[in-house]
């Protein structure tokens, strides 16, 4: 009886751990058994890799081999064990000496000809593994762009099943990845283009210093998708910490650029209101993958005609709004992918919009119906509300002085003001505003009783909620953080509040 033991990652979400692939190579009719809930994708593996490994020139075992994929009870997803298959198998037989498998997580799908495809997912599983320790990676060469953005951990690459097998006994060297060059981000839209409606402009100024969410109400044409559209340009470059869990969700899809493959800018969603659910929080069979919403994760995710999107679209969102998380229950198990977004959301205030308020045709039931699709608990997590005029004049800006701000200027008082709020909460671990618990702001925080005298009185009239008053108060501190002030004063709060009352219904 021999045995041989490689290894493999399981990818639950962008989580992952590292799995013992042992083959046991013992007496009995010649077969292949394999344990440990592998999928159906995986159960397929066994004539993949037989087919790989007589195509590359080995001889597969005349013995019956049993494969166990350890920690037994953890869900196996897809064809990424392959390769670790293949290569415990002949090291079990003695074709192949397997000292190199020791402290070595081996990724990639087999052709029957034996070339190493690429797998999805390459980036988070390199994470995990170095998390648990392990130091070296054999990805195929078509992953390795993907893979030298993990530090800390010598990743090599393999096109070809008898390449590694060529490594594992020391006669070839299996190539490393280039350096990872850092293009220029792409040009971002300019806040300069939009003509007029200073308040939504000043509106998206707070929103991107706090990391608030925003809703935008007015009618057809008056730039309420060209002002969304321009809020990322106003963000900071993603830190490394973050471009790495964002490209991770991005690896899992495969859509990683080539030649630019670390997202560092904060990334943009804007689905149609026709999505589905799943499609929009994450879902599918087995082990669910990641939705819009994840995909917007450190980003913005724009929801243009909101009203549309239907109910269940949009109370889905709630919790997540909360969290910054998603947690999607299936029979294999629950997964978790990170959503914390800024979400953006515009609408037209009735079902007819015409470019003037005096033109509507739609009764006053019809516009609380139609505006009445946003209910009020999503609405209560929005922390900016803008009502958006049509425009009576396109602007020439003859004088310098009437030029619209370019979004260089704009984003230049915004990262002055993430760096007031981050100074601020860095012993906590925040870095916006809008992640400070309530409890905090109203306890460690506080403000004097005189400066949240109004807040009070809305509290005690019923205008707001208690929610509502914790989202005031973030609001309150990122305006202070913008006019390079310590602490809200009572007006500060006051703005935050209006910003907060305006409604579209």
């Known amino acids: 009886m021999a045995l ?39 159960k397929e593996a066994k004539d993949r890799v037989r087919a790989a490994v007589r195509n590359s020139g080995q001889k597969w075992p005349e013995q019956h081999v049993t494969l166990g994929l350890s920690p037994a009870n953890l869900p196996k997803l897809g064809s990424g064990y392959d390769v670790s298959i293949a290569a415990a198998v002949l090291a079990a037989s003695g074709a192949v000496a397997g000292g190199k498998l020791l402290g070595t997580v081996l990724l990639g799908e087999l052709a029957l000809d034996g070339r190493i495809r690429p797998v999805p997912g390459v980036l988070p599983a390199l994470l995990a593994a170095r998390k648990e320790g392990v130091r070296r990676a054999v990805v195929p060469i078509d992953s390795l762009f993907e893979a030298a953005l993990v530090h800390d951990m010598e990743v090599l690459g393999a096109a070809r099943l008898r390449d ?4 594992m006994d020391d006669v070839e060297n299996l190539p490393t990845p280039e350096p990872v060059t850092e293009e220029e981000p792409p040009p971002v839209a300019d806040l300069a283009d939009v003509v007029g409606q200073p308040e939504a402009r000043w509106a998206l100024e707070v929103a991107a210093a706090g990391g608030h969410h925003l809703l935008l109400v007015g009618p057809p044409g008056v730039g309420k998708t060209m002002l969304a559209r321009r809020l990322p340009g106003l963000l900071p470059e993603l830190s490394r910490e973050e471009s790495l869990e964002v490209t991770a969700v991005h690896s899992i899809e495969g859509k990683l650029s080539r030649s630019s493959p670390l997202i560092r800018i904060p990334p943009f969603a804007d689905p149609h209101h026709s999505i589905s659910v799943a499609a929009l929080i994450g879902g599918g069979a087995d082990i669910a993958k990641p939705g819009m919403i994840s995909r917007a994760h450190r980003g913005v995710l724009f929801l243009d005609e909101v009203c549309e999107f239907g109910s269940q679209r949009l109370e889905s969102l709630r919790t997540v709004l909360e969290d910054g998380e998603v947690r999607i229950a299936r029979r294999r198990g629950v997964v978790c992918y990170p959503a914390r977004f800024q979400l953006v959301l515009a609408t037209n205030p009735c079902p007819c919009a015409p470019p003037r308020e005096a033109d509507c045709s739609c009764s006053p039931s019809a516009r609380r119906r139609y505006f009445g699709r946003l209910s009020g608990p999503l609405l209560d997590r929005i922390d900016l509300r803008v009502q958006l005029r049509p425009l009576t004049a396109m602007q020439t800006h003859a004088h310098e002085f009437d030029k619209p701000e370019p979004t260089a200027q704009v984003r230049a008082r915004v990262i002055r003001a993430r760096e007031r709020a981050a100074k601020r909460w860095a012993e906590h671990g925040w870095h916006t505003n809008a992640e400070v618990p309530g409890p905090v702001l109203r306890r460690e925080f506080a403000l004097p009783r005189e400066t949240t005298a109004l807040l009070d009185r809305g509290l005690d009239r019923g205008l707001i909620t208690a929610r509502g008053v914790d989202r005031c108060l973030r609001v309150a501190w990122t305006l202070s953080d913008l006019a390079e002030v310590d602490r809200p004063d009572a007006d500060l709060v006051a703005t935050a509040m209006e910003f907060r009352d305006r409604r579209a219904a």
């Open 4 to 42: 041989a033991r490689s290894w493999s990652v399981a990818l639950l979400g962008i989580d992952g751990r590292v799995v013992e692939v042992e083959a046991d190579i013992g007496a009995g009719m010649p077969g292949m058994k394999l344990v440990g809930l592998p999928d159906s994708g995986l």
């Open 164 to 167: 590694l097998l060529a490594w």
